[in-house]
């Protein structure tokens, strides 16, 4: 079965950087789309990030356009969101999710992970 | 940039039939996929496409797509079904954007 596992997250500083990674099982890595979606305590889901199957492609929302990067090692299975220049409204728990649809970008996500929480705070 | 509207709450009797709209210019012209999450736990995929329902989701979730408005329908609830619901499309110009969210009580 499809298994994705954040970490991570932690409480940093605001202007620091932190790495989240998601390790991915039960399915194969390498032919999917992965995303990383957020939701600030007691608000509802924001889309963040993805990175085409093969690395290739990566789209970011504009709240984090310049700050935030996302990367994928397909030998490893492990997907990555490189935060930079973090702010106090990137506090959020963090998600990682696996694309629906095979070799292409697609728009809806499948299978999510459980969650790392990232908070930011002086 | 292009808006979802959904309502902040619902609540059902079990047993029951729930509505939960998502609303959207012209929605009908783009593919809506909607989401439970229980509180606490991750999203879980439960409407795609609109209508397709992943495996292992009830045959209870239905979703319909037209004019302004998408729905996702909850046949026959139970005390399970309590969760937020949360609409969800790709825009040309807001790219993959989520609905506020709606909260099902069952009574």
């Known amino acids: 079965q499809v298994q994705l596992v954040e970490s991570g997250g932690g409480v940093v500083q605001p202007g620091r950087s932190l790495r989240l990674s998601c390790a991915a099982s039960g399915f194969i890595f390498s032919d999917y789309a992965m995303h990383w979606v957020r939701q600030a305590p007691g608000k509802g889901l924001e889309w963040v990030a993805v990175?085409?199957?093969?690395?290739?492609?990566?789209y970011y929302a504009d709240s984090v356009k310049g700050r935030f990067s996302v990367s994928r090692d397909n030998s490893q299975n492990t997907l990555y969101l490189q935060m930079n220049s973090l702010r106090v409204d990137d506090t959020a728990v963090y998600f990682c999710?696996?694309?629906?649809?095979?070799?292409?970008?697609?728009?809806?996500?499948?299978?999510w992970g459980q969650g790392t929480l990232v908070a930011v705070s002086s | 940039s292009y808006v979802l509207t959904q309502p902040p709450s619902v609540s059902v009797a079990p047993g029951k039939t729930a509505k939960i709209t998502c609303g959207g210019s012209?929605?009908?012209?783009?593919?809506v996929h909607w989401y439970q999450q229980r509180p606490g736990q991750a999203p879980v995929l439960v409407i795609y496409?609109?209508?397709d329902r992943p495996s292992g989701i009830s045959e209870r979730f239905s979703g319909s797509n037209s004019g302004d408005t998408a729905t996702l329908t909850i046949s026959r609830v139970e005390a399970g079904d309590e969760a937020d619901y949360y609409c969800q499309l790709w825009d040309v110009d807001s790219d993959r954007l989520f609905g506020p969210g709606t909260k099902v009580t069952v009574l």
């Open positions: 496409n609109n209508g």
């Open positions: 990175v085409s199957y093969d690395g290739s492609d990566e």
């Open positions: 999710a696996k694309d629906g649809l095979l070799l292409v970008l697609g728009d809806y996500f499948d299978h």
């Open positions: 012209n929605i009908e012209i783009k593919s």
